[in-house]
């Protein structure tokens, strides 16, 4: 049993962030939860499924954001309190209906919660959340710790039902991904009745139709909201002053940027000259508490992630403010002072607040940092790279070799998931184009109809198997109607394998653990009317064939399945297929192809390289056992034996 | 000769559409593959030197180096190369009637080779569909499934490299010039190997004019009929004018004008009509249908020849000499609009470190640009 039902109101427990998220919701009463996977937000889903018995919740991995939202506020219109969740961009795959559901208002507390990504750790953007709830025009709330993830969230429930609409609570990688200190308070009772009352006076948020129309009165009403929102927020107990009362230095920040202004301010001994104000309120800003402190001093610096948000807010307040509170100066972004690109961290806030004080301050000693590259450059290259035994090496391998066989200078247009690192050697930089989910086959849908215009380039797509549900669909549907000439292929490793083999509509599990109706991704595309065939990613030859042969056919939309499971599945448990055995007396070292086909060209993990013997090894602590090697040494040195 | 490696190989040849696809350089590596009449590489290579280069027949091809190697004397650039004598031939009573396109003079020669043991396997042209692929043959019962003429520049060397790298000598190889020249780069030893020695026990040219891109023919051909139901095809000698298609329910002729603009842009650089390296090359015998011309170019070829005739495999007969006169023109204008062809791509006796696809010495260019 979990820790988040288990722990007791007001003790203290070290959480993860996304835990603290979920547990918050627990405290709320959430009975409906909705999410898509994606770093850093998955955990929180995930650890609200392992509960959802004993809480009486419903949680479901939905097959895209927008699904996910429509989930979540279905549950609100019918009176349950709803979470929905999804990293960054999840947000504008959703957008559409959130303008809308932003419109037609909600009933019961539901609560938006994007986890986004400064610096890309595991992204293939940074983009930004924080905007939507502006264009949108609905209540962004940034926990600043842990404790507020927790708090903040259940704070976040009950705005939500004071103004009838949905709340976005933010939370970015450093907090989602740490860990915390978190006392806990107290369980609802688990009991709840769903209900969806539509007969009502149109207009009555409680009993009438949850429509968006009469946009402009609807509107009207929502902005209207949004000002209790702003009423509310001057008076969060979220939003915190440390400092002297009249510092030299006011700095204005919100959440994981709390924990690095802190941390600056103490680095630099500036305690008693520079006020730190943590906004968790951050859209829109409160005015009067914006202006008693604004009032403090002359000079402001703002500090936060990636492009800038409150900066701008801050000075636009501070000019309609500016009668009263006189004319600031500021720092931040606009003037340099801090990136515009890329995560934050104490010492980029000490060295803005350093050039501010004109202090001497250097992060890393010159001798350290001297020393510290020196040592680097020793090391050993580090690629990024598939796992030993990773279906999507083999799957590549293939699709690289029949594209350049093929000879007609053909492409894979990317998509998301472990399969984008395709980019790099590892998948022997086979993906010429990485966007959004789904953006794979779209892209494709379109190079397919250039024939007319003189491309003879084949156009591959290549796509996830919860990759293919999510977004595919459609860009599948769009190619087989136009009669482009695309050959999409699933790399079906079955589930959701990169954020954490979360279950999707191809899996015959659901989120909770329970048996769902599994669906057939080769029967679907073969409805939609494409020509599908499936392979064995790991039997090269017969991929390779088969794959040479779909793209000399006839022109048209073609759909190859390679289904083999992720190394890493839990369902594998670790076994290995086979016992890898490499006759060193065989191996041609660097006389093989021009020089160590395995290990300068293939690359798996599990082969090294033993220079002082001039033979290819293979690591038997690090070997999957998944027998590719034997099929792509040249000398046949490598063999396999079941395991039985 | 100057042999560079595999990079200089996509430079110069793969991606200057050089290559004619003969399988060369396929099967030496695990790198350069071929399909559907394309040759392409799949990953770089830094060798600086390669076998893959050496034994193009479109980068760096000495030919005066070449012709001293394989037959101890200079090329001077006459029409049909070095050769001993030119005689018509036609299967024997031994061959069975119908198994053969032409004359049957190729299939009777490599049937005697392997019944004789003189040859051990045979590389050969076969087809899959319509694609011609490389077939290495041991049984000489097999060897009339791969006759008759496919049109299509065919990786047949590859299935020579195959065999050699699984240790096998004494082979005998059927190809068109451009694959005798690869293959008399192969006899040479251009890497200076120590522990070389020359793989190939005979080697039977065939005369060639030009061969069709693959897949430029079978889409031209798909348009007009099923590709699945063509048993042969032939272009019968001048003034026919035509390509004719054998199917299943009869056949369907294609004037040459039709298929000309899908000839391999390659072709028009090559100066060998007749497989002048050869150990005996073999053609059509223009006027006399059921017959074949029949250049014997060394001690092997005549031998291969008389003990053909001799067990009847072979028929032959004296060479008109008229008709070797023409086959000669033909030789010498082909040669001459090669080495123009040569000139204006800029890839004729490069000097200052460009790479050239031909040498040869100036007063040979000279005399074949004369006539």
Known sequence: ?644 | MHVFGSNELVEDVLKTDLCVGCGACVNLCPYYKTWRGKTARLFPCDLPRGRCHAYCPKAEVDLDELSRKIWQTTYDGSPLGNHRKIIAARAGEKMLPGAFQAGGTVSALVTVALRNGLIDAVALTDRQGLTPVARLITDWREVVNCAGTKLMAAPTLAAVNEAVGQGRRRLGVVGTACQMTAVAQMRTNPLEEEDFSDPIALAVGLFCNWSLDTRQFQQFLSAKIDLAAIRGMDVPPPPADILVLTTDTGTVEIPLSQIKPIIAQTCFTCPDMTAEFADVSVGMFEGRPGWNTVIVRSDKGAELIEKARGEKYLETEAMPEENIAHLSRAAAEKKARALRMLMRRNLLNNKNGRHAAVRMPTEIVERILKG
């Not at chain 1, 806990?184 to 009745?193: K, N």
């Not at chain 1, 959004?436 to 380039?457: E, H, P, T, V, Y």
């Not at chain 1, 039997?539 to 992720?566: H, N, S, Y």
């Open chain 1, 1 to 644: 049993m979990s820790i988040l039902i288990e722990g007791k109101s007001g003790t203290r427990h070290l959480l993860m962030g996304n835990e603290a998220i979920a547990r918050g919701a627990l405290e709320a009463g959430v009975h409906v939860a909705a999410g898509y996977p994606g770093t850093p937000s998955s955990e929180i889903i995930e650890s609200l499924a392992k509960v959802c018995g004993p809480r009486n919740l419903y949680v479901e991995w939905s097959v895209n954001e927008k699904v996910a939202m429509e989930v979540a506020a279905a549950a609100s219109f019918a009176g349950l309190r709803s979470l929905c969740v999804m990293k960054q961009n999840g947000v504008n795959v959703a957008s559409d209906f959130l303008l809308h559901l932003a419109g037609s208002g909600t009933r019961a507390g539901m609560v938006i919660v994007p986890c986004d990504d400064p610096g890309a750790l595991s992204s293939a953007n940074e983009g930004e959340s924080r905007h939507f709830a502006r264009l949108v025009e609905i209540p962004l709330l940034e926990p600043g710790d842990f404790q507020q993830a927790k708090d903040m969230i259940k704070w976040a429930f009950a705005l939500s039902e004071q103004i009838r609409n949905p709340v976005m609570v933010r939370s970015v990688t450093r907090l989602s991904h740490a860990s915390g200190n978190v006392v806990f308070g107290d369980l609802p009772a688990v009991d709840a009745e769903a209900y969806f009352k539509h007969d009502g006076p149109a207009l009555d948020p409680l009993q009438g139709v949850m429509l968006s129309y009469p946009v402009a009165l609807k509107h009207r009403g929502q902005q209207e909201k949004l000002q209790q929102a702003v009423s509310l927020f001057e008076q969060s107990p979220f939003n915190t002053y440390e400092g002297p009362e009249n510092p030299e230095l006011l700095v204005i920040t919100s959440s994981a940027c709390c924990l690095y202004s802190t941390e600056a301010i103490h680095l630099l001994g500036l305690e008693e000259r520079v006020g730190l104000l943590k906004l968790t309120t951050t859209w829109p800003l409160p005015p009067q508490l914006m202006e008693n402190y604004l009032a403090r001093t002359d000079k402001i610096l703002v500090v936060e992630e990636v492009i800038r948000f409150l900066e701008n807010e801050v000075k636009v307040l501070a000019a309609e403010l500016a009668p009263r509170i006189g004319i600031k100066t500021f720092f931040g972004k606009k003037d340099g002072l801090l990136p515009t690109v890329g995560e934050l961290n104490p010492d980029l806030v000490a060295g803005a607040l350093a050039r501010i004080f004109k202090m001497d301050y250097e992060p890393v000693a010159a001798t350290y940092a001297a020393q510290a590259a020196e040592m680097a450059a020793k090391a050993p290259g580090r690629d990024l790279t598939f796992c030993p035994g990773c279906p999507h090496r083999a799957s590549f391998w293939t699709i690289h070799n029949v594209l350049e066989m093929d000879n007609r200078q053909g492409f894979v247009c990317g998509d998301i998931g472990c399969y984008s690192l395709a980019m790099l050697p590892s998948g022997f930089s086979t993906l010429k184009t990485l966007h959004a989910m789904g953006s794979g086959a779209g892209l494709a849908s379109g190079f397919g109809k250039l024939k007319a215009f003189g491309m003879d380039q084949p156009a591959v797509a290549v796509s996830g198997d919860s990759t293919f549900f999510h977004a595919v669909l459609p860009a599948l549907v769009n190619a087989v109607h136009q009669q482009s000439d695309i050959t999409l292929i699933v790399l079906d490793n079955s589930g959701t394998a990169m954020t954490g083999f979360q279950p999707h509509p191809g899996r015959p599990v659901d989120a909770a653990g329970n048996p769902a109706p599994q669906i057939d991704i080769a029967s679907v595309c073969e409805a939609i009317g494409a020509r599908v065939r499936t392979c064995d990613p790991f039997d090269l030859e017969r991929t390779e064939r088969t794959l040479l042969e779909m793209l000399a056919d006839t022109p048209g939309v073609k759909v190859l399945v390679l289904k083999q499971i992720c190394a890493l599945s839990p369902e594998k448990k670790a076994k290995k297929m086979f016992e890898m055995r490499l006759d060193e007396s065989i191996c041609l070292g660097e006389n093989c192809g021009c020089n160590r086909l395995c290990t300068r060209i293939f690359k798996c993990p599990g082969l090294n390289w033993d220079a002082a013997a001039g033979v290819a090894r293979i690591d038997e602590v690090i070997c999957a056992g998944c027998g590719v090697c034997a099929s792509i040494c040249p000398a046949g040195a490598i063999s396999k034996k079941e395991v039985a």
